[in-house]
């Protein structure tokens, strides 16, 4: 426990330095999940342990040494032309212990470029992209995690760069199948922004969760809080931030505070039939309440995921339904140029 209380303290303490998280940051694609495991688990995850090197990207410290040697390559394809491509690859070096390396891009197509009276300028392309290198360090029961990244952005004739790091902890029970994780992500600063004018701030945010396997049943349940940096993270919206009673009056419209604690979960659960067929469903609270067209709860902020292993490879589908009009599909191809998945002791 005391394991726990420092690492947790340390964690905390970095985030006193983050820059405040109020109005729109950059980068926010570091917000959409880089592989379809972690789409399928509701977009966010800190605390299930798997061989997917992908998941180092949601939390530094899931990266483990039976990651070795496995590239994870992801392709989500968006809204009109817009497009995510994420390659990751992991390997245990020497007495260094486990490393990761993750390319992430999101390319925003060809977008055309008007003048203010509408008149067709041209065309030009928009795109998102982080580098980020990964290292973990295990402490007997206690993994700690760290992310550095380099961030870049353009759009048009403009660009912007930042730095960043993620820092995380995982707590894995020497008995029982219950792990706890904590995250700390996008602590850094933007230095070129895409105008000399412009302040820009990174998507700072501090995640945990908890994950449970029954021992004797093939289901795993997981909890994930996020942006605990931030009590209030409603979007009031003005033009619906109203009510009007049966005479016609007009409300201000309030969020209580049970409504703000729930938007910071996301839940979720994992079925395991057999040892090479994973099934999960995830539902974020936040999406949800957020993308639906009333106040009644929506089918958007579910998500639904399935994973098959076969010798050294694993292919994995998640679709995470963000509206009425569609949803978003990723797809996940690892490689496992050690091993296998079928080892021995990942089957354990």
């Given at each position: ?214 021992e004797h049943a093939p289901v795993r349940l997981s909890l994930t809080t996020h942006t605990l940096n931030r009590w209030d ?116």
């Amino acid at each position: 426990m005391r394991n726990i209380a420092f690492a947790t303290a340390f964690l905390f303490t970095l985030s006193l330095y983050a820059q405040v998280t109020g109005g729109r940051a950059m980068f926010e694609f570091l917000n959409v999940p880089a592989n379809a495991e972690l789409a399928a688990w509701g977009g966010q995850n800190v605390s299930v342990k798997s061989k997917d090197p992908a998941m180092f990207l949601a939390n530094p410290a899931l990266l483990h040494d039976e990651m070795h040697k496995v590239a994870s390559l992801s392709y989500m394809p968006y809204l009109e032309n817009v497009k995510m491509y994420s390659l990751v690859a992991a390997a245990e070096v020497g007495k260094i212990g486990p490393i990761a390396l993750g390319f992430k891009y999101l390319n925003y197509g060809t977008l055309d470029e008007r003048a203010e009276d509408a008149t067709f300028l041209g065309t030009f392309r928009s795109n998102d992209y982080a580098i980020t290198l990964g290292k973990s360090y295990t402490i007997g029961t206690i993994t700690l995690g760290a992310n550095a990244k380099f961030l870049g952005s353009e759009l048009a004739s403009y660009r912007a760069h930042a730095w960043a790091i993620d820092a995380g902890v995982l707590f894995t029970h020497p008995e029982h199948p219950f792990t706890f994780g904590i995250a700390v992500k996008n602590l850094g600063r933007v230095y070129k922004s895409y105008t000399n004018t412009s302040t820009d701030s990174l998507p700072f945010n501090v995640q945990m969760g908890v994950s449970y396997k029954f021992e004797h049943a093939p289901v795993r349940l997981s909890l994930t809080t996020h942006t605990l940096n931030r009590w209030d993270i409603a979007y009031n919206d003005p033009d619906f931030s109203t009510k009007v009673d049966n005479n016609g009056n007009s409300t201000p419209k309030t969020i209580n505070n049970w409504e703000r604690l729930f938007r910071h979960m996301i839940l979720a659960t994992e079925v395991t039939p057999a040892k090479f067929l994973h099934f999960q469903l995830g539902y974020n609270y936040m999406m949800s309440r957020e993308l639906s067209l009333t106040d009644a709860i929506s089918s958007a902020g579910l998500s639904l995921g399935g994973t098959v292993r076969w010798d050294r490879f694993q292919a994995s589908y998640a679709h995470t339904i963000v509206h009425r009009a569609g949803g978003m599909n990723v797809f996940t191809l690892n490689v496992d140029m050690g091993t296998g998945f079928k080892s021995e002791k990942q089957q354990k």
